[in-house]
Structure formats: structure tokens, C-alpha cells
């Protein structure tokens, strides 16, 4: 009932910058709060940074200062800026919300399909 579609992944050298977006579409009512996690090969997926719906963040301490979220509500998109990037950012970058819907009662977790960031050296 929700779709989350991620996009701006590509290939970047280290230091470099890349924005990601991600917009949620579908029976929405709310977004309680979007984010991105991601995954690199053999290793589990990891929170990279949250925004809720009244704007309060959250980050991974290996990104922290390089790396901001952000959300515009009007457009149900959550951002992810990523500066100053590292070899080790290197992941598929895939896009969370907690999202009420028409038909619930309560917010429900849903996921995009992932974009992939890969950072030269």
C-alpha cells in the first residue's frame, strides 16, 4: 500500500559528495519518520540516520558530521546528504518509514528497494 522509492546512488570518489532522495507514495495518511539504513557486502544492515515527522535526527556515530538527513513533508521525501565520503560508506543504501495508512490503526515499517553507493579510493 506504500512505496518507497530511492534514487542518486552511483559512483563517487572519496571525498566526495552524493545526494540521495527517497518518496514515499501510496494510501498515506502520516509519515511518523523516514530514514536510511544500509548494507555492505557480509555484513548486516545499519541505521545510517533518522528524521521524524516533528524533525528530530538520528545518526550512526560513523557518520556523524558528514552525513545529514532531511525531510519535506509537503512532498512525503526524506534526503540524504552525504558528504566527505569514505571507501567504507560503501553500501546499498535502502530507504525506511513508519507510515499510517488508511486501512491501519496503527504506523507499519516499509522499506525501498535500495540504491547502491560505492565510494573509490
Known amino acids: 500500500q506504500v512505496q518507497l522509492v530511492e534514487s542518486g546512488g552511483g559512483l563517487v570518489q572519496a571525498g566526495g559528495s552524493l545526494r540521495l532522495s527517497c518518496a514515499a507514495s501510496?494510501?498515506?495518511?502520516?509519515?511518523?519518520?523516514m530514514g536510511w539504513y544500509r548494507q555492505a557486502p557480509g555484513k548486516q544492515r545499519e541505521l545510517v540516520g533518522v528524521i521524524t515527522s516533528g524533525g528530530n535526527t538520528n545518526y550512526a556515530d560513523s557518520v556523524k558530521g558528514r552525513f545529514t538527513v532531511s525531510r519535506d513533508n509537503a512532498k512525503n521525501t526524506v534526503y540524504l546528504q552525504m558528504n566527505n565520503l569514505k571507501p567504507e560508506d560503501t553500501a546499498v543504501y535502502y530507504c525506511?518509514?513508519?507510515?499510517?495508512?488508511?486501512?491501519?490503526?496503527?504506523?507499519?515499517?516499509?522499506w525501498g528497494q535500495g540504491t547502491q553507493v560505492t565510494v573509490s579510493s
Open positions: 501510496g494510501s498515506i495518511v502520516s509519515i511518523h519518520a
Open positions: 525506511n518509514a513508519w507510515v499510517l495508512t488508511r486501512k491501519s490503526l496503527r504506523a507499519n515499517d516499509y
